[in-house]
């Protein structure tokens, strides 16, 4: 009897061991499985995948990770373990997408999108490939090709409230063109006893948007680049003055209070109660204000201009992508779906249900006028991942928090340019004398 | 004298051989898990502090110590543990004393104690994150609550953006953590004091001994083991706080109220710096390992006095 029992624990043990083994990806005959973590796309994902099956008769299945920090927890911790499902997506800088490439998890796709004369190729925005292409070359020596599929493009611009402009006696067709404009449009809207201006700069990623909008309009893109490769020093009088604008901001008190630490959340829902007269907010907002708030009544105007010597610039390229896992038994379906999911049926059901931009052509006519306004600012679009070199990370978030320190009146601008320059030498000794 | 058994036939195995084997076999999964789980992260830890590795990639890089000499040399670093500490400090004094007084005035059947009880021990069961968004709702600055209440009361001087102020920021965040914690050490402190027998209170005040009295000479002596439990799980949880600092400031201004778990989550997925935030864990952890041993010496020692 004991014997009997202690071969069954024994049986079970090793079963139970060797299912462990098994990953996500692994049995060929299951469903496409989707990882992603647009929470305001979940039910779109869901109605998409019922006409993927009706069609094809090939299931596919969407699973919600939110928010995108415990996302990409769950995507890095299932690469570390080869657990990834068959479609995923990286949230982060070039670095992060070709450390996956690298580790061999994202599947190129760019044979798939050149085949036919390059029809799936030909479908997209180039601005919305050029984020998921690594070229020839480039700096992380992965081999070149497409490694991401864009499901829709983003730019982040200026929104202002239509109703609040005319209270505070603005043209509200005749949104700030310049920064001088801004500001004092702003300080026209504080003498309400409204908030000029709010945006979620507790989310470093924002402030870190515009600081690049306006270090660009100042003192244009090759100079940018250079400050990165470390030829030219944050404390180049032009980099003080892209400080020196956030001290203006802060000195004018057209901010809303606590500005520096508010989420986005926090930021999205002033503006759409009608608490506040601008914000600095990314296209997706279209759909957010929309569910706050139907009736809010507002428009789409670019960074405004600092100076004519170099062309202003708005923020703006790839907004979701996402990656076929090259080690999937299912990658070919996988493929399939992306190609089914970026055609001009399904982008104009994600266009009209979830408000978000198209990653391909052909489609913007049937946006909203104001998701047009969004769509207009990819023309004068920047993004890092096209650039040939981004800063580092630790140089980005000193100057986050440089900004932040500006703003509440903690640094003067020189401060803070002295500040992230000494990040900066920190780096580039790091980089020149690895360890 | 036992018979000889023939050369062929083989040597049975002891019954307490099976019974012991069979015991083995139940605990076995608990053991694969606790090496699975508990001891393989553990030390794997260690190793990956001494690599530079970004967490995915297959290039990496040994760099022996030299990520705990980094360590040393960052401010950043020494400043969140310095915020930490700060909020620990409020917690183990002011959020105990609270926790300590109301567990002592629920101790003494006071009418609806039942109902106190569930409601103090609310918040700690609340979402770290929900609680977060809720206490932005009453810090903020333009249209917050408190500033609100302020204003109506004529304070109008010191409404403020809490959480943005950099001399306000860490404080109203410690605030918020005490709220939220207050009721466990309230619960574990009402279990210590209700374990305490009552005829000492009784034969106490027969001798004529006053309140305050019998809770110095009674009550307090009687707690120590339960002080130095809720002394530690304080130092422990409140060192280790990020939720609430994720949802209410995101450790700024600045760096104003970033604590060693945003540090660490800012160089492992910010920064990609695997082995770097590893390495912070290991130091992390020596350090409150360090604190808890320390808590519990001086308090075994006070206890002896």
Redesign the interface.
Known sequence: MKKGLAGILLASLVFTGTSCNKSDAGDAKGPVTIWHWMSDREDAFKELADRYKAQTGKEVRFELYAPSEAYMQKVRASGQTTTLPDIFGVLGESRDIASFIEAGHILNVQPEMDKDGGVWRKRFYPEALEGNEFKAGNRFNIPPGIYGVPIDVTTIQFIYNKGIFRRAGIDPNKPPETWDEFIVDGKKIAKLGIPGFVSGWGDLWLIECLADNLAFNIMGQDKVIATYRGTVPYTDPDWVKVFSLFDELGKSKILAEGVVTMINKSAEQLFSNERAGMAFNGSWAVNVYSGMNPSLDYGVFPTPRVTDKHPRVVWGGPGSSLMVNAKSPRAQEAVLFLKWLTDGPQQKYLVTSTKNLPSIEGVSQDIPAVLAKFADGMKISVHPSRLPITETSPVIERFDKAIQSIIIGEKTPQEAAEDVESAKKEELAKAANPQ | MSAELPPSTPLPIPKSF??N??SG??V??AV?MFFTFSLYPFFNVFYLSAL?W??????R?F?HF?NYIEIFHDKIWWLSMGNAAYVTLLALTLQNALALALAWLVDRDIKGGQVYRSIFFLPPILSGIVVGLIW??I?????GLLNYFLKAIGLDALA???????DT?LTSMAVVHMWKGFGWGFIILLAGLQGIPRELYESARVDGAGELHIFWKITVPLMIPVFILVSVLTILGTMQIYDLV?????G????H?EVPMTRI??KM????RFGYACSMGVVFGAILLTLSLLQIQISKRSRVD
């Open positions: 099976w019974d084997f069979t076999l139940f076995m999964p694969a530079e970004d967490g995915i990639s297959t290039l890089r760099v030299s932005n709702w810090y903020m600055g333009n249209y403020r953006a809490w959480l943005a102020d950099p920021a994720v949802a209410t400031t995101g700024g201004p600045g760096y109220t989550i800012a997925l910010g920064s990609a």
